[in-house]
């Protein structure tokens, strides 16, 4: 089973920025992604960045290039979200996810509120 265990939201006003972090603990894997998705209510999830973890290739939505850049630090098996320049509009939970290219399997944290005030 895997854990992913988030941090870094909170409360930021607009144009701050914020740095989220996601933790994986447990099985491994040797090809996989790992990326964020945010969802606010009523609203289906969405994708906001991933990374190929054994290249470090990074993918984004056309919407969210340029002010969130996502990495990862493989000695910690963390990967971050780094936002900038942050709008009420980003205001959601952001949660994490891995996905096995082997297996096909994804995994959820619990989510972490940002919240942006106007």
């Known amino acids: 089973q895997v854990q992913l265990l988030e ?3 909170g409360l ?3 144009g701050g920025s ?3 972090s996601c933790a994986a603990s447990g099985r ?3 090809n996989f992604y790992m990326g964020w998705f945010r969802q606010t209510p009523g609203k289906e999830r969405e994708f906001v960045a991933k990374i190929r973890w054994n290249t470090g290739t990074t993918y984004y939505p056309d919407s969210m290039k340029g002010r ?9 098996n963390t990967v971050y979200l780094q936002m900038n320049s942050l709008k ?9 996810n891995l996905n ?3 297996t096909g399997a994804s995994y959820w ?6 919240t942006v005030s106007s």
């Not at 969130?68 to 910690?76: G, L, Y």
């Open 109 to 114: 944290g619990q989510g972490t509120q940002v």
């Open 7 to 9: 941090s870094g939201g």
């Open 100 to 102: 096995s290219q082997v």
């Open 68 to 76: 969130f850049t996502i990495s990862r630090d493989n000695a910690k």
């Open 12 to 14: 930021v006003q607009t």
């Open 88 to 96: 009420p509009e980003d205001t959601a939970v952001y949660y994490c």
């Open 18 to 20: 914020l740095r989220l």
């Open 28 to 30: 491994t894997f040797s």
